[in-house]
């Protein structure tokens, strides 16, 4: 596990675990999005992650706790791999759905809600969990149709706990602890 973050203990943190996508990826990504996504706001290169879970509002100080039920999901997860399934849009972003080819990320994602309930710092959602990169933001959908980008069959660098913090620009993001796939 590495901490490149640093934060105090009495602050409240909006945190989120998430898995990391490889340096290629994010290449073809914002390719992609420079071409095909023209209305709205394309989320930057340093931001675009799958989000395992959202727990909000945390004390700063349940950060190692959380770090550590990650590093524990993560840790006996097996091969994970993504590709491209489909664009799709809401109220205010569009993402890019994906394919879980083997399950596990999915099978990951629970084992983390379980051991986050467990410890009371989140409440599962009531909707599935869907893999997905959220590429696009938006006041009103641009009903958008763009080509698939072509990604082919890829798998997540590792994953990591981050804070996102609102700010009149748009949420910034930063990666507070990392942890390694699959022991």
């Keep these: 596990m590495s901490s490149p973050g640093s934060v105090e203990g009495d602050a409240r943190l909006r945190l989120f675990?998430?898995?990391?996508?490889?340096?290629?990826i994010l290449d073809r990504l914002v390719a992609w999005q420079a071409v095909h996504l023209s209305e709205g706001r394309a989320v930057p290169r340093e931001h675009l992650h799958l989000t395992l879970a959202f727990l909000g509002s945390t004390p700063a100080a349940e950060l190692p706790t959380v770090a550590a039920a990650l590093e524990s999901a993560a840790g006996t997860a097996g091969p994970i791999v993504f590709s491209e399934q489909r664009y799709r849009e809401t109220r205010s972003v569009g993402m890019l759905v994906l394919e879980d080819g083997t399950g596990e990320a999915r099978r990951l994602a629970l084992r983390l809600f379980d051991e986050l309930e467990t410890l009371g710092v989140y409440t599962r959602e009531k909707r599935s969990w869907l893999p997905h990169v959220t590429v696009l933001r938006f006041r009103t959908p641009p009903h958008l149709d763009p080509p698939l980008p072509e990604l082919g069959s890829f798998s997540p660098s590792d994953a990591a706990v981050y804070s996102?913090?609102?700010?009149?620009?748009?949420?910034?993001?930063?990666?507070?602890e990392t942890v390694a796939l699959g022991g």
């Design 17 to 24: 675990c998430a898995l990391r996508l490889p340096e290629e």
């Design 164 to 176: 996102s913090v609102l700010r009149p620009s748009g949420a910034q993001y930063e990666t507070l």
